[in-house]
Nanobody, 124 residues
């Protein structure tokens, strides 16, 4: 069984930066598409960014374009989310996910492995 573990969350002031990491273990996720999702209290889980393993193609939600950057290091079996210019509305639990088969990158149902989440809190 594979496992994904997020880290790097915390409390930051608006305008600040955080870098989230997603470490995979138990299996190699290098051939999996991967993504970051977030869920704020009272809201549905939404996609933040995703990356294809084959092409390295990345996709971002409109609300993070130009501020966040997704990347992966297959040698380390790790994915990252660099978050800059953080806003109070970015406050949420952030989850990383991996998909064992091809599907829409923006859809949560595409992904069959999920981490436990890491809290990001942005103070205004």
């Amino acid at each position: 069984q594979g496992q994904l573990v997020e880290s790097g969350g915390g409390l930051v002031q608006a305008g600040g930066s955080l870098r989230l990491s997603c470490a995979a273990s138990g299996r190699t996720f290098t051939t999996y598409d991967m993504g970051w999702f977030r869920q704020a209290p009272g809201k549905e889980r939404e996609v933040v960014a995703a990356i294809r393993w084959t092409s390295g193609l990345t996709a971002y939600a409109d609300f993070v374009k130009g501020r966040f950057a997704i990347s992966r290091d297959n040698a380390k079996n790790t994915m990252y989310l660099q978050m800059n210019s953080l806003k109070a509305e970015d406050t949420a639990v952030y989850y990383c996910a991996a998909a064992s088969s091809y599907g829409p990158m923006y859809r949560a149902s595409t992904y069959d492995y999920w981490g436990q989440g890491t809290q990001v809190t942005v103070s205004s």
